[in-house]
Antibody, heavy 119, light 110 residues
């Protein structure tokens, strides 16, 4: 079965960086994009970007351009999302999600990684 | 920035039906499908509807999706207490070259 297993919770100080991992299994890793989506406490879902695990190419939401980098390691079927210059507003649960066969919807989600930014 | 607008909340008694709308100013641009997601408290979102009307395996037919013109709609019939959750629509936006989620709707079973 499809599984996306994310790394554990992180605490960072403002100005620092965080790198969250998402290990995929149960399907052909290179065949489907991965989205990264975040959710601040009590807020809605916010799309951050996507990565093509086959080519490694990524595109990011304009809001995060210059601060986010998505990468992958095909040898261990894992994608990463690194967010730099953290501020308190980046405190959120970060999800990875596999894009389905239709090409756009996210059909499987990781359980989320809580990133807390606090001095 | 493209925003998909949903009503903040809807409610109904057990066994009744609710509908949730999703609309946006660029909704008619392109032919990108709408999806719907369910998020139970404290859990990750789950795909409910994709390609406007299709249900993934395991999603009961109490959940249905439709799209017409400038909006999409999620319908839930035979409302159950377990349906109390937040529901989000989502769609690819070609002008942003990104995915956009709706503002979210809290469903309450009275």
């Amino acid at each position: 079965q499809v599984q996306l297993v994310q790394s554990g919770a992180e605490v960072r100080k403002p100005g620092a960086s965080v790198k969250v991992s998402c290990k995929a299994s149960g399907y052909t890793f290179s065949d489907y994009y991965i989205y990264w989506v975040r959710q601040a406490p009590g807020q809605g879902l916010e799309w951050m970007g996507r990565i093509n695990p086959d080519s490694g190419g990524a595109n990011y939401a304009q809001k995060f351009q210059g601060r986010v980098t998505m990468t992958r390691d095909t040898s261990i079927t894992t994608v990463y999302m690194e967010l730099t210059r953290l501020r308190s507003e980046d405190t959120a649960v970060y999800y990875c999600a596999k894009v389905g066969s239709s090409g756009w919807s996210a059909d499987y989600w990781g359980r989320g990684t809580l990133v807390t930014v606090s001095s | 920035q493209s925003v998909l607008t949903q009503p903040p909340s809807v409610s109904a008694a057990p066994g009744q039906k609710v509908t949730i709308s999703c609309s946006g100013i660029n909704f008619n641009i392109g032919d990108y499908y709408v999806s719907w997601y369910l998020q139970l408290p404290g859990t990750a979102p789950k795909l409910l509807i994709y390609d406007n009307t299709k249900r993934p395996s395991g999603i009961p037919d109490r959940f249905s999706g439709s799209k017409s013109g400038a909006s999409a709609t999620l319908g839930i019939t035979g409302l159950q207490t377990g349906d109390e959750a937040d529901y989000y629509c989502g769609r690819w936006d070609s002008s942003l070259n990104g995915y956009v989620f709706g503002t979210g709707t809290r469903v309450t079973v009275l």
